[in-house]
Antibody, heavy 119, light 109 residues
Framework: EVQLVESGGGLVQPGGSLRLSCAASGFTFSGYGMNWVRQPPGKGLEWVSYIGSDSSTIYYADSVKGRFTISRDNAKNSLYVQMNSLRDEDSAVYYC????????????WGQGTMVTVSS | DIQMTQSPSSLSASVGDRVTITCQASQDINYYLNWYQQKPGKAPKLLIYDASNLETGVPSRFSGSGSGTDFTFTISSLQPEDIATYYCQQYDTLPRVFTFGPGTKVDIK
């Protein structure tokens, strides 16, 4: 079964850091670009970051540029995002999502992990 | 940056009704437009890719059309299990950037 499972969410104070992980299974992880997409409580979806299949291409949304770092370990079938200098507005459910290129569609999603930034 | 708008923001319709949602891009995005369904507490699900192509396993009552800046998503006969929020999403190739619309919440009347 094709599956993505996120972990690492939790409560963190403003200015703090958190690292999220996403474990992939059921497909050739090294063959796909991967993304983080977030959704604040009761609000819409926001794309956060993309990493190419071999990590050579990385993009960020302006809202997280300079604070978040996406990475992957193809040997471990895992995707990560290191989130630093967290703000209240970073509170959201964070999903990892596989992108099916070249169509640019997120065809596989994880169940999400909640990040709450609060003092 | 490309901005996406959707209308309406919400709608109520009866079972069996035809439902139409529109999505507009702030500039020409060719056919680089996808549609997702998100049920409460669940991850989004891809329904339509490249404006009009039905994802494998998605019921044929869902369809999409459009190109350039104006796109339409249609449910031909609304079913109770279609209650959800629907999002459009555009993508650029270089740089690889993705933008979601604000969503349309669909309820049963």
């Amino acid at each position: 079964e094709v599956q993505l499972v996120e972990s690492g969410g939790g409560l963190v104070q403003p200015g703090g850091s958190l690292r999220l992980s996403c474990a992939a299974s059921g497909f050739t992880f090294s063959g796909y670009g991967m993304n983080w997409v977030r959704q604040p409580p009761g609000k819409g979806l926001e794309w956060v970051s993309y990493i190419g299949s071999d990590s050579s291409t990385i993009y960020y949304a302006d809202s997280v540029k300079g604070r978040f770092t996406i990475s992957r370990d193809n040997a471990k079938n895992s995707l990560y995002v290191q989130m630093n200098s967290l703000r209240d507005e970073d509170s959201a459910v964070y999903y990892c999502a596989r992108v099916n290129l070249p169509i640019g569609a997120f065809d596989i999603w994880g169940q999400g992990t909640m990040v709450t930034v609060s003092s | 940056d490309i901005q996406m708008t959707q209308s309406p923001s919400s709608l109520s319709a009866s079972v069996g009704d035809r439902v139409t949602i529109t999505c507009q891009a702030s500039q020409d995005i060719n056919y680089y437009l996808n549609w997702y369904q998100q049920k409460p507490g669940k991850a989004p699900k891809l329904l339509i890719y490249d404006a009009s192509n039905l994802e494998t396993g998605v019921p044929s009552r869902f369809s999409g059309s459009g190109s350039g800046t104006d796109f339409t998503f249609t449910i031909s006969s609304l079913q109770p299990e279609d209650i959800a929020t629907y999002y459009c999403q555009q993508y650029d190739t270089l740089p690889r950037v993705f933008t979601f619309g604000p969503g349309t919440k669909v309820d049963i009347k």
